[in-house]
């Protein structure tokens, strides 16, 4: 069963197989953590070979000469089937081995996202417009969007109710002179919801 290797080689059209069989067979043979599979690399050089001399007779024509390049190419396809079915065994919680061997890898499935963490790096400025400020911050993995909260100097309580799909937005409709702060929470599927940020504020221009 594949562990690690993607086995999309098996889509390649004839030339790119064959590059990508020949960069095999090199890197195999010039890498002593293979040694214990030579007979078969050897074995794939030798159809590799085949596949090529055929190959050359085809180009000449006849369609005898095209039926036996296509079964060389078969054959080398299926050796080398079974070197990445060895090489995917020895890859089991050692990826890299296949990398050495040529052999693309799976990536490793993302874990689902349990719990949100609160945005950092938030950044506050001038946004353009008297009255407006702009934020930023750092995304969350697992954030659908972000409830801002904003906070007037010399009120009591924040204001909620601004949401952000992005990393960023233009909050409006601030009196110039005033002192804002704002502060950010993550917001992601099935309610989850992170804490606050850190406070950030700024005279509003």
Known sequence: MANYLIYSFNKLRQPALSSF???????????EQFVTLKPYVDALKTEYNAYIDAVILAANGGRDRILI???RLETMKAQLNL???YVDIMSIDKPAVALAAGFEIKKAPTPPVTELTAPTSVNIDYGG????VRLAWQGVDGAT???????VKGEENWKNGTYASGKEIIMTGFAPGNY?????RSIGRKDMVSGWSSEVGTWVM
Do not use: C, P, W
């Open 21 to 31: 069989t020949n960069t095999v067979i090199q890197r195999m043979s010039l890498d």
């Open 69 to 71: 390049k296509n079964e």
């Open 83 to 85: 070197v990445a079915q």
């Open 129 to 132: 417009v008297s009255g407006t």
């Open 145 to 151: 969007n972000y409830g801002i909260e904003h906070l």
């Open 180 to 184: 804002v702060t704002f502060r950010i």
